[in-house]
């Protein structure tokens, strides 16, 4: 039996014995996908600056942003799922899981059909209008790109991606969900996330700390390893295909 085999078949035990697991999920997950992620050498931000993320940035110049976003930051939502997104979406039809708490804005967890996902950084598919908050979609935000390098409401107001720039508050709906489902777990699993960036971070603590079992996939060191029960230390793709492939053959 290959290593990755035997580390399949230990991940579904430990979830098969838990009765409420949750899972946050970082950029490693939807790398397989062809989005690269954002620290790492050939991330994101070794092609763009990560001041484009910035909320004063943004609002001193919007038209870089929206010149740099068109490809390669909205563009992430038009790639597909990968094995571990369809992994994930599947435990949590088959029970087995409960909240999927991402990092990630891409939205490929719920275009997988998960359906307790939790954002914590928001999503690059939605728009909203920083002056009367009227919501828009990224197609109607396109076509009002082909008019002008920088799109505005009726209203006259900036319209600015529904993701978290540096410098704004996470969504607090989003943090009091994520704090419930680690509270309220007994298996806390981080996937594909270096564990480095809080308040994200933070939820394996708390977990941890209100008695679950902390368990961490992801294919290098994480700064919570010292604070994990379990440690795969995986590809997530290869890892996913052979834990989907095992539970093809309990059904």
């Given at each position: 039996m290959s290593r990755v085999s035997q580390e399949a078949r230990n991940f579904i035990s430990l979830i098969r014995e838990s009765t409420c697991t949750s899972v946050l999920t970082g950029a490693g997950i939807s790398v397989a996908s062809g989005i690269p992620d954002f620290r790492s050498p050939g991330g994101l931000y070794s092609k763009i600056s990560p001041d484009i993320f910035e909320l004063s940035s943004f609002i001193e110049d919007p038209a870089r942003y929206y010149r740099v976003a068109k490809e390669r930051i909205h563009t992430m939502s038009d790639v597909s799922p990968n094995a571990t997104h369809i992994l994930l979406t599947r435990l949590q039809t088959l029970g087995l899981i409960e909240t999927i708490i991402t990092q990630n804005i891409d939205g490929l967890q719920q275009k997988s059909g998960a359906e307790e996902v939790v954002e914590l950084h928001g999503t690059v598919s939605k728009f909203e209008c920083?002056?009367?908050?009227?919501?828009?979609?990224?197609?109607?935000?396109?076509?009002?790109?082909?008019?002008?390098?920088?799109?505005?409401?009726?209203?006259?107001?900036?319209?600015?991606?529904?993701?978290?720039?540096?410098?704004?508050?996470?969504?607090?709906?989003?943090?009091?969900?994520?704090?419930?489902?680690?509270?309220?777990?007994?298996l806390f699993i981080a996937m594909g996330s270096s564990l480095m960036v809080y308040p994200a971070a933070q939820f394996p603590v708390i977990a941890k700390s209100s008695g679950a079992r902390v368990a961490i996939v992801n294919r290098d060191e994480t700064g919570l390893d010292y604070l994990a029960d379990y440690i795969f230390s995986v590809e997530l793709e290869s890892f996913s295909e052979e834990v989907l492939r095992l539970l093809d053959e309990e059904s």
């Open positions: 920083m002056q009367c908050k009227k919501r828009f979609t990224r197609k109607e935000v396109e076509l009002l790109l082909e008019r002008s390098d920088v799109p505005r409401c009726d209203c006259g107001g900036l319209i600015k991606p529904n993701i978290v720039f540096f410098g704004e508050m996470l969504p607090q709906d989003a943090i009091r969900r994520a704090e419930n489902a680690a509270l309220k777990s007994d």
